[in-house]
C-alpha cells in the first residue's frame, strides 16, 4: 500500500498557521500529514474525516480532539484561528479494491468516504444502475 503524501503540505500549513488563534481543525485527517505540521505550533487541534478507518491512525496526543464525522456536520466549541479542508482521495483509497475507487482493480463501484455499517452514504454502484439520465446529468452539472 502506498503512503499517501499530500501537495503543498507545508505551504498550506504555514498559510494556515498566522493566525492568531493557536486553535486549528483539520476536517479532512486521512494519514494526519498536514495535522502533524500544524500540531508542533497548536494549542489545540479538531481533527475529524468521514472515514471509519481513521480513529485508529490518531495519535495519542492530549491536543488532539477527534471526532469521527463529515466536514459539513463538524461542531467547534469556540472559535478557531483556521481550518484545513484536503479535498479528494487518498492514495490508499486507490490501492484497496474493496473502497470501489480503483482504476486498476477489478472489484465493485463503491466510493463511499464512510462505509462503516452505520453509514447512510449509497454507493455509486447504485447510483450508475439506478438513477435516471437526469438525475445523473444534475449531480455532474451542480454537485461536482
Ligand atoms: C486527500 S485525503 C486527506 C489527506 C490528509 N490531509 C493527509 O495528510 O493524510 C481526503 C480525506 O478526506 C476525507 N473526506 C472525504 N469527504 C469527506 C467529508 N465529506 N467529510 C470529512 N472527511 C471527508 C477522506 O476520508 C480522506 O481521508
Redesign the pocket.
Request: hydrophobic share 45%; aromatic share 8%; net charge negative.
Given at each position: 500500500m502506498s503512503l499517501?503524501i499530500?501537495v503543498l503540505?507545508a505551504q498550506v500549513t504555514a498559510h494556515l498557521l498566522r493566525s492568531p488563534i493557536p486553535i486549528f481543525a483539520?476536517?479532512?485527517?486521512?494519514?494526519?500529514?498536514?495535522?502533524?505540521l500544524i500540531l508542533p505550533h497548536a494549542q489545540k487541534l479538531y481533527a475529524?474525516?468521514?472515514?471509519p478507518r481513521?480513529s485508529t491512525r490518531i495519535p495519542q496526543n492530549p491536543k488532539i480532539h477527534y471526532q469521527h464525522?463529515?466536514?459539513?456536520?463538524?461542531k467547534f466549541p469556540e472559535k478557531i484561528g483556521g481550518a484545513?479542508?484536503?479535498?479528494?482521495?487518498?492514495s490508499d483509497?486507490v490501492d484497496e479494491a474493496g473502497r470501489g475507487f480503483s482504476y486498476n482493480k477489478d472489484a465493485e463501484l463503491d466510493m463511499r468516504?464512510?462505509d462503516s455499517k452505520e453509514s447512510k452514504q449509497i454507493t455509486a454502484k447504485e447510483i450508475c444502475n439506478t438513477w435516471t439520465e437526469d438525475q445523473l446529468t444534475y449531480i455532474i452539472h451542480h454537485v461536482s
Open positions: 499517501h499530500p503540505s483539520d476536517v479532512t485527517f486521512g494519514h494526519g500529514m498536514h495535522s502533524k475529524s474525516d468521514t472515514d481513521v464525522a463529515r466536514f459539513s456536520a463538524v484545513i479542508m484536503d479535498l479528494g482521495i487518498a483509497m468516504f464512510d
